[in-house]
């Protein structure tokens, strides 16, 4: 079964870029039209979807976070990746990697990593 | 604050029916866009649970049920467990904010 595992830095300071990775098991991140995407749950903001990649590296991107945000894939590693770049303490939060699943006109997300905390903190 | 409104905690004794509401606008699921299904257990990562076509994946029980109308969906979590207690989110689409939504959970407690 499918399997993906959220890797990175947990630890960031204020200003600085926050990278993740997501490597995806148990099948190819090459395979069907999925949308594989990050989300992030913070105490004072619940859920929140940051963005998705496709395996053709089109991207689709929160509009809050865009002008921040860079995601993208490794389809040899077969795995993607976040790159928020000015962070603040507003993005502390628990970041998760899923896979997401399209149909015209709507989109969810399964299975889910098991997320991983990234605290910004000088 | 969340453009999909959920209560905030609910709860049931065992073997009742509970449901969750989630109450959302004409930019979200008044346009006409699926509401799905989230259970996240303490401590651990959100789970899929139901899509907006009432689709499970395998291994969550037939006691789990969606409906959505006009503005509102529902999640329908019949003869209630123990091992039900959990947050509960929905997610869907809106079109003002152009991004995928989640609600802002609902927690349920099995008495």
């Known amino acids: 079964q499918l399997q993906l595992q959220e890797s990175g830095s947990g630890l960031v300071k204020p200003s600085q870029t926050l990278s993740l990775f997501c490597a995806v098991s148990g099948g190819s991140i090459s395979s069907g039209s999925y949308s594989w995407s990050w989300i992030r749950q913070s105490p004072g903001k619940g859920l929140e979807w940051i963005g998705y990649v496709h395996h053709s590296e089109s991207t689709r991107y929160n509009p809050s976070l865009k002008s921040r945000l860079t995601i993208s894939i490794d389809t040899s590693k077969n795995q993607f990746s976040l790159k928020l770049t000015s962070v603040t303490a507003a993005d502390t939060a628990v970041y998760f990697c899923?896979?997401?699943?399209?149909?015209?006109?709507?989109?969810?997300?399964?299975?889910w990593g098991q997320g991983t905390l990234v605290t910004v903190s000088s | 604050q969340s453009v999909l409104t959920q209560p905030p905690s609910v709860s049931g004794a065992p073997g009742q029916r509970v449901t969750i509401s989630c109450t959302g606008s004409s930019s979200n699921l008044g346009a006409g866009y699926d509401v799905h299904w989230y259970q996240q257990l303490p401590g651990r990562a959100p789970k899929f649970l139901i899509n907006g076509n009432n689709n499970r994946p395998s291994g969550v029980p037939d006691r789990f049920s969606g409906s959505k109308s006009g503005t509102s969906a529902s999640l329908a979590i019949t003869g209630l467990q123990a091992e039900d207690e959990a947050h509960y989110y929905c997610?869907?689409?809106?079109?003002?904010?152009?991004?995928?939504?989640f609600g802002g959970g609902t927690e349920l407690t099995v008495l």
């Open positions: 997610q869907s689409y809106d079109t003002i904010l152009t991004s995928w939504v």
């Open positions: 899923a896979r997401g699943h399209v149909v015209p006109g709507t989109l969810w997300f399964d299975p």
